[in-house]
């Protein structure tokens, strides 16, 4: 963990530029940003933290017969689907003369290079060397480094930390008992609607989600209303820590003299819940979130729904007047109605946290920086990862939602 980072006596980043006596720009020190919020890399302090946790990689959709290059957390890979149905992720470079198993023909349980015929099953087996006497006398000796994979609505994830550590894949409760009505729908929409990936680091998106203040000022005051105009009611915030995450609790008064009682939460490493904005459902959450960070510069967001059969998901934000979506804006619309993806990719591919002035609103952002912090520094003093779910444990009781209070 970086411990050289200024921060506050709360723990906040704080601003370090030159002394300035009028506020102008001139001689200001370039700003500089905190590695343990953006970098992925393995060996990285925060990389490596990553990396003990199931990683979204892509759509289920998306693994098919034909090879796709994939990537995630820095390391570049190919996800293929073989003739039997499962799918595999493995190094590209083929473990014979490095050629891209990205040209690799799948057949019905494996890939096969097209440079010399090795076949490799998705745990990197090597089945078949057809060049070779009786078509390789010691395959037991080659192996392509593959990555565990499993499957779940709709999203495929992968384990990339060390074997022995592997964790069982998580269950929530919102996805028990899935009723023959129901079903379980994704969207990796950036920001409830805009592109499937954002040219900045996963740390930027996931610490919005502890950021309340911006829903009536971005979402309705300036740019609204994007979602639900009753968002746009000035809330009363309190936040809490937990031992997974955060959560913030915004109370709203209604005209009906109802609360609106909305909850939205951060969990890890890089899970946020954040309730319909449109309230199109009350009552619990009815979907979880995960900021995959492709690498340092890029994240690509996936959402799971729990929704009825054949019914659209809800949430995604209009825009303008003509209540337009953000693929419709023109570029002077995107200028007059930004939404999320505008405020968080202007910040930068990796912001400047020593140009940053935090103030009592940024309270939740403090917290969830502070607490992935503290996580970096016991993490690497040995301690195993908080929000790690094992076969036997009930499943993880998500608190997010939109509460009518009466």
Partial sequence: ???????????????????????????????????????????????????????????????????????????????????????????????????????GRVEEDCIRCPYHGWAFTADGICTDQPCEPDRGRNLEKYRQPWYPVHEFGGVIFTYMGPPAKQPAFPRYDIFEDVGDDEELHVVDHFAFGGPNVGPCNWFQTHENAMDPYHVFILHNAMSGPQFDPRLEIWPDIDWQLHEGGVTSSQDRVLDDGTTLHRVTETRFPNIRVVATPTLAYLGKTNNVSWAQPIDDTQTRVFCILRIPKGSPPQGLATYGPEAKGWFELTAAEHQLYPGDYEMQMSQGVITKHSEEQLSSTDRGVSMVRRQWKQQLAAFEAGVDPVGIWSEGDAPIELLAGNYIVE
């Fill in 1 to 103: 963990m970086n411990n050289a980072f200024p921060t506050s006596p709360e723990g906040s980043l704080m601003w370090c530029s030159s002394q300035m006596d009028d506020g102008r720009a001139y001689g200001r020190t370039a700003g500089v940003s905190d590695p343990d919020l953006y970098q992925t890399g393995a060996g990285t302090p925060s990389g490596e933290l990553l990396r003990r946790y199931w990683q979204p990689v892509a759509l289920s959709s998306e693994a098919t017969a034909i090879p796709r290059n994939v990537r995630l957390l820095g390391e570049d890979l190919v996800l293929y689907r073989s003739l039997d149905g499962n799918p595999g992720l493995l190094e590209p470079r083929c473990c014979h003369r490095g050629a891209s198993l990205f040209y």
